[in-house]
């Protein structure tokens, strides 16, 4: 008796599992520090969960529209207009269990078993197995440190073939933090009409930028982009309603159908006591994202300025989301006080977790083994002592 191939060769997530690991430490009574996590420290906003307590006093607790209630999506064709100028009608919109779910629909709908899939590197964990899922086959643009891990036409155009169908974006993007300007996403939303493709585009941390970015959807660049363009995102980071599991798909309607019809033979609806909190986050003020944006950037700050200071270690200063993606290659070929050579990502992060007892990501997850992620979703009191006992591990080393 067997498991099938496809969850046989299934790579759980990386994420997930350090952050269980952390956890577990934890309750045994070890102090771990977690950088691994995805998640905001942040408690969800007393005026959401108001709402959602109210939903049960009320009885709202039975199956809704598997898509979502027209409430929701009304507030989910609210926030596309106000903050991204872009005009849905409620056909155009599904409502899924997280982003995660949004996502995956998106891809069930869209590939058939061989579909080539340009996903820029490095890369969200799920993005590749979520395309293998459903068929495909991912195929990776990778962008450079050098160039602030940006992508652009130049680096998509050679991987096309005509096998093509598909183009991801994460803007900003998880692991690194790159946040496209309009003149790169122009290039991309040109390349798709040229060779049309579909575009995903992976909108989930675009309430949290810094430097004075200002977020653009590939979808807002016109008809052409409007139409070939699956905008995707999540209520988890922006709203701290990570545990709600709410996220949605905006774009054509016969896609964001094939998707409902999907969903209906997987999960039917999400939870209808969070589809109202989620549209009283929506649609609501504004003000706890931006207080909550503000304080990321203070713990950005943080952790950039000292892992800067720390020699063999290269930091790019992250334009978005919540992690730093440090460069940690100019430490391989050390060793550590019981002798191991450190030599790749992953034996860097088993390094940090049982040296200096903080929990970060490798980076060889995310497709670059010269690298390390850490979320700074965490207390800047966290930051501070993580990063104390990071720098005294590094310098440990010989
Ligand atoms: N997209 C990206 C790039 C993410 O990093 C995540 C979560 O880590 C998601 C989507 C999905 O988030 P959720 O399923 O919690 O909505």
Redesign the pocket.
């Known amino acids: 008796m067997r498991s099938s191939q496809r969850a046989t060769n299934l790579h759980p997530s990386a994420?997930l599992a350090i952050s269980a690991t952390a956890r577990r430490m934890r309750a045994e009574g070890i102090d771990v520090i977690n950088f691994g996590s995805?998640e905001p420290d942040f408690d969800t906003p007393d005026h959401i969960k108001d709402v959602a307590i109210q939903a049960i006093r009320d009885g709202f607790t039975r199956y809704t529209a598997t898509g979502g209630i027209d409430e929701l999506k009304d507030a989910v064709a609210l926030k596309l207009k106000r903050d991204n100028g872009l005009a849905y009608t409620r056909r155009q919109i599904l409502v899924s269990c997280?982003?995660?779910?949004s996502?995956y629909n998106v891809f069930q709908a869209l590939l058939d078993p061989g579909d080539e899939v340009i996903i820029p590197a490095p890369y969200?964990v799920?993005f590749p197995e979520m395309v293998k899922l459903s068929g495909g086959t991912p195929v990776f643009a990778h962008t450079a440190e050098e160039r602030d891990f940006r992508i652009d036409r130049r680096l998509v155009e050679p991987l096309l073939t005509p096998r093509t169908k598909v183009l991801v974006l994460?803007t900003p993007?998880?692991p690194t933090g790159a946040a496209l300007t309009r003149t790169e996403l122009a290039g991309l939303a040109a390349l798709a009409r040229e060779r049309d493709l579909w575009i995903v585009s992976?909108e989930?941390?675009e309430a949290l930028v810094y430097n004075g970015h200002q977020h653009l959807s590939i979808a807002a660049l016109g008809e052409d982009a409007y139409a070939r363009t699956l905008v995707?995102s999540?209520?988890?980071?922006a709203y701290a309603m990570?545990g709600w599991?709410?996220?949605y798909a905006a774009g054509a309607a016969d896609v964001i159908q094939a998707m409902e019809g999907l969903q209906s033979q997987m999960t039917s609806n999400p939870t209808s006591i969070a589809q109202r909190a989620a549209a009283a986050a929506l649609a609501g003020p504004q003000d706890s994202t931006r207080q909550m944006r503000l304080e990321f950037d203070c713990r950005r700050h943080a952790i950039v300025g000292r892992l800067k200071t720390m020699p063999g270690i290269r930091c790019l200063d992250p334009q978005g989301?919540f992690y730093v993606f440090p460069n940690v290659s100019g430490l391989y070929g050390r060793r550590t006080a019981s002798g191991t050579r450190v030599a790749s990502s992953s034996t860097f992060a088993s390094f940090l977790l049982e040296t200096a007892r903080i929990a970060v990501v490798p980076g060889i997850e995310f497709g670059s083994d010269a690298h390390i992620r850490l979320s700074y979703a965490c207390s800047m009191e966290s930051i501070e002592q993580g990063m104390d006992r990071m720098a005294a591990a590094v310098a440990a080393l010989q």
Do not use: E, Q
């Open positions: 994420t995805g997280g982003g995660k779910h996502l969200w799920s994460n993007c998880n992976d989930t941390y995707v999540s209520l988890s980071k990570t599991r709410i996220g989301a």
